[in-house]
């Protein structure tokens, strides 16, 4: 018997214990070829886009997305597609990883051919994430990949070849690369917990009928341990496991369940580095270093500093374009003090910003336990909501511009950022309450409360010079 055929022998679930959403699941299951040739269709698309336009001439100033190629890409990449891939792991998980995703999608299919390797030890380290979005993120500021089709080939297209390169080494048909060394891995991991959907395991139903019936294993390309999955946080949502041994359906949840409950002991410290450095503080610093005046306030004091005292080279502009920006057709050509700049600028607010909300996250879990530091990192995950709003913000900058460009002008955006960025605060007070109401005394709850809340108003006023800025 096949694995694929296996899923078929699986019985069904209970009707009594059936949720609306199981048929949607089922579906899904029994259309592998379906979702594959979308899957296929997707990963062409996407090629086109990076490909093409990489090797095209630089749009001119009156180019439009009807028009020009490279336009368009900019507003499928950073206009559409990245906003909409945000927000989806609110609403459906991680289903663009499971279903739409070229990287795992062709992850997948080289490992199916390749070498097959066991998973090495130093892949399995936890804090990846964190350094893959860190690094990605810096990077893509550097070489403008916002802008320019060359940089965005190189980022995605690089990222991509790296995916396709680790499925032919390591692993039979999974997504390793998905799993351990993807850029957004660990974003998407963290946004997915707030969803209302997941595929929910009945552990006692599975007991049950592992008594009884023998079948094959469903190939479970993210490597997840299915019995034991309590959460969407490492699913795919691709319904491979739909109805397996009668016990795991599409359901419905409550999106503040999973981390109103999190407890010291299931958080994960890398988790709580890459949300509040990362996510907030790494984000901060890259959206806003190109909207702001104190930016060019300070490089214009370094640079006559450097001017004065040297060295000179710092002010030289023959940085290739795959390191520093380089366009002078465009008039866009960063020197390597600018590059320095950059990086300074995005390292030192992430840790400003990082540290603020540490030290009030420190507080709170002070209030709440002898376990300071397990408490406080149990406590970062209710900033989720925040710092998914935040990506959702910072990427609306460059959908505004390209809409500015076309000759829109949006003045509903900064108010509209504002309501976002305020309702997810709410979202993330009201899931840090439920954390603190019970355990400890009333009075200790509303101190932890009123730390996490500094913390919160801390995020939201770094974020405002580039919530009310002009394009």
């Not at 090797?55 to 190629?69: C, V």
């Not at 998980?93 to 279903?99: H, S």
């Not at 599409?250 to 509040?276: F, H, K």
């Amino acid at each position: 018997m096949t694995i694929e055929a296996s899923v078929h022998a699986f019985p069904a679930l209970a009707p009594s214990r059936r949720g609306r959403l199981f048929a949607v699941g089922e579906w899904m299951r029994t259309h592998q070829r379906a979702l594959r040739v979308v899957q296929w269709i997707v990963v062409a698309v996407y090629a086109f886009m990076i490909v093409v336009p990489a090797f095209l001439p630089l749009p001119p100033e009156d180019a439009h997305w009807f028009n020009n190629l490279t336009v368009l890409a900019q507003w499928v990449f950073w206009g559409f597609w990245w906003p909409g891939v945000i927000a989806s792991m609110f609403l459906l998980g991680r289903t663009w990883c499971g279903v739409f995703c070229p990287e795992g999608t062709l992850t997948e299919a080289t490992s199916r051919i390749g070498l097959g390797r066991g998973v090495p030890r130093w892949m399995r380290w936890g804090g990846w994430p964190f350094v893959a979005f860190a690094l990605t993120t810096i990077f893509g500021q550097l070489v403008s990949v916002y802008q320019y089709a060359a940089a965005t080939l190189l980022v995605l297209g690089g990222s991509t070849l790296a995916a396709v390169a680790v499925g032919f080494v390591y692993g039979r048909g999974k997504r390793v690369w998905c799993r351990h060394l993807c850029p957004v891995n660990g974003v998407f991991a963290v946004l997915s917990r707030v969803a209302p959907v997941h595929y929910r395991v009945d552990s006692d139903a599975w007991k049950d009928n592992a008594t009884h019936i023998r079948v094959h294993p469903v190939n479970c390309a993210p490597m997840v341990r299915i019995r034991r999955m309590t959460g969407p946080s490492e699913c795919h949502m691709c319904a491979r496991c739909s109805g397996l041994r009668g016990s795991v359906e599409l359901a419905a949840r409550a999106p503040n369940d999973e981390i109103v409950r999190m407890t010291p002991e299931s958080a994960r410290g890398w988790d709580a580095v890459l949300i509040v450095f990362g996510m907030i503080g790494i984000a901060i610093g890259a959206f806003e270093w190109s909207a702001s005046s104190a930016f060019v306030t300070l490089r214009t004091s370094v640079a006559d500093w450097v001017i004065d005292h040297g060295p000179a080279w710092l002010l030289r502009d023959d940085a290739p374009w795959w390191l520093l920006t380089n366009y002078p057709e465009a008039k866009d050509v960063f020197t390597w003090l600018d590059g320095a700049l950059i990086v300074a600028w995005i390292t030192v607010t992430a840790s400003i910003v990082g540290v603020w909300v540490v030290a009030w996250l420190m507080v709170a879990g002070r209030a709440l336990s002898p376990r300071v530091l397990p408490r406080a990192i149990a406590l970062s995950y209710a900033l989720v909501p925040l710092a998914g709003a935040g990506l959702l913000v910072g990427l609306s900058g460059l959908t505004a511009t390209l809409a500015h460009a076309e000759g829109f002008h949006l003045a509903w955006l900064a108010p509209t950022r504002v309501l976002l960025l305020v309702a997810a605060a709410a979202w993330s007070a009201w899931l840090a309450y439920g954390q603190v109401r019970s355990g400890t005394t009333h009075a200790r709850s509303w101190v932890a409360l009123s730390a996490f809340g500094m913390g919160v108003v801390g995020i939201l006023a770094a974020w405002m010079p580039f919530v009310f800025r002009v394009i």
